[in-house]
């Protein structure tokens, strides 16, 4: 259920942040309704929304230069078909962009296996087609592409030369940090070979039990750590540091992939809370298997194996170890010839909250280490050296990315939220001197950032409520070089036409109980003097997601509120980047503060003169659809309807990593679970509900709606459904998408709630 908002790599695998923000203008009052306008010609729709082109224009992803510099490679979505990428670079040479892999001419379109499929919705990347990821050669001559289950290695000139051919998906393929070896997981062993010979051969022991993997990370680990591999190559080659896990304590789901023309069963190893994680080793190993050690790990194996990482010299190993519950985290120095480690230091939770892992640090070659904590109350950058502490940032804000360092010249990089809560910055601070952060980006626009290795060079990506994503290279001062997708709402793009029709984001703020500031935004239509307007009032409302910032929304509150709705967010306590005490008060009590702070939204939302109190819609997906069940059950009658997608509706069937992390073991405190389930209470729904659900869900398993369904039918408390055959978590995304709205929205006319 991780919400994840940025991907980061460094100048030789730079990825293209594409979470939208926008400009740092806010409305404290609500809109005021204004003479209605002639209808346009060009009218959104849900078909048109979910249709190719995008209207969010060009969707780059993945944006790397070559070792060489010379070239600017990305993803670029297809106009056809908007959710299949090719391969397109940029000649800094010659000052052109070309397509550099075609996936349709590459790509067998063979099906990929369960393993596979599963890797690519931890990335939330399910749906899309071709090309989803690529790297480099060393020499910048050729690049590694993994397509349909696959490995080819495609040369600038035009040529490709496939590297594997198998029945067998390789996963989690990479080149080696100076390019000589390939190494990809196979049949549950990692294998390696050199580009050279071609030859790759498996180098992790064979194992007689098929619940044990090498090479690649649990589940828990890619779904709720953002820990999507399991080996780390040491930057000399020398080494390599494999994971070995063993599924065989991890209790069985048998998971039914209800698809429209029959149904496949899978044996599925899942972590629910309260029960045996999988058991986690890491070794050591020379490049073909030999000279290998166990890594010290210490005595208690019901840890999380965190991160892992090499110094820049590659004479230690790094490793976070995390306590099972996640109050707790140490770094070992590790021996990469023994596996001997030691605790260099150990990071704590904040009193009464708990760890959020964080991507944002970084070893620098002087031995040093920049860190990011939550240790005084706020998300901000420690450097670690000699044993001892500096804190480089301060304040009631928080830094939300660590950017870049330039070592050469003693800056670090980083985005945060010191001018904005809702509109990230990037900023520069000098590493000798931490003052006052120094702003790059420009205030009209919200900012996120990726930097090269060495902090000369960066990707910036801005939007605003009128604007897509746009992309540029900017230099160390901001300065920006050159476009990487202008994306400019005129002329042939996409939403051009519906432009004019296009309505302004408005935001906010209403009070918590606790007297907290609690941010909303709100689109409406063209409004008449007089008139009243139904809403449609979407939430998550889950810990570490920010849902309400300034940024492009897309096109899909856009067709929504074409359609004569308003369009309304609230983010309550338990959200992201407010700091410790705003967030840690959903621990032990999930679905108690955010129900009350959805509430408080809503009756403010019935105080404007525009909105029609008695059609107010909620819609929630995920923990989002966990939460429509909650509000319901909690307020009878304040809401006209609910629509609840693929909802968690027992705590003690999702995971372990992440309800263990706000709710504590289910073993130790079963009432705490009890109050926070919503099935128990589920009877009580006196408002039309709809719940919709994929039915082959492998992260909410379908076994959530089914045990809802079963109390509400035995109860005879009327609801509807409408489940998705073959369809996972996505299910509102991809090929159903367009069916999942209109069944939404035909929902909402049945009951009445639509403009009069």
Known sequence: MTTRLTFRAGVASLLLATTAFAPTVAFAAAPQPEQSAPKMQNSLTF?????????????????????????????????????????????RQTGQWRMLIDSLKLGSNRPLSEAEKMQRERKRVGSLKGIVSYSWTKDGKAILVPLDGDLWLATLDGSVRRLTDSPEDELNAALSPRGRYLSFVRDGRLWVGTLADNAPRPVTPAETAKTVHWGEAEFVAQEEMDRLTGYWWSPEESRIAVERFDEAPVGVVTRAAIGAEGTKTFEQRYPAAGTPNALVSLHLMNPDGSGLVKVDLGADPDIYLARVDWAPDGRTLYVQREDRAQTKLDMLAVDPATGKSHVLFTENAPKGSWLNLSSDYRFLRDGSLIWWSERDGFGHLYRFRDGKWTQLTSGNWMVTDLVGVDEAKGRLFFTGTKDDVLAPQVYALDLAKPGKPERLTETGWVNSALGSNDGTTFFVTRSSPNQPPQSY??????????????????????????????????????KADDGSDLHWLMITPKMEPGKRYPVFFEHYGGPHSQTVTRGWLGALPQAIVAKGYIYFRIDNRGSANRGVAFESQIRNAMGTVEVADQRAGA????????????????????????????????DPGLYAAGISGAPVTKWELYDTSYTERYLGDPRKQPDVYRAADAVENAPKIADPLLLIHGMADDNVVFENSTALIAKMQAASTPFEMMLYPGQTHSAVRGTTARHVWETIFAFLGRHDIKPD
């Open 603 to 634: 009756r403010y939302l019935k105080t404007l003169p525009f909105v029609d109190p008695a059609k107010i819609a909620i819609y929630g997906w995920s923990y989002g659809g966990y939460m429509t069940l909650k509000m319901l059950e909690a």
């Open 473 to 510: 290279v900017a230099d160390a001062s901001g300065k920006r070089l050159a476009w990487v997708e202008e994306n400019r709402v005129e002329g042939a793009h996409p939403y051009a036409p519906f432009m004019p029709a296009h309505r302004e984001t408005t935001f906010g703020t209403v």
């Open 47 to 91: 078909e048109r929304v979910f249709a190719s082109p995008s209207l969010d224009g060009t969707a780059p992803r993945e944006v790397k230069i070559s070792p060489d510099g010379r070239w600017l490679t990305l993803l670029r979505n297809r106009a056809e078909d908007r959710e299949r990428y090719d391969l397109w670079g940029y000649d």
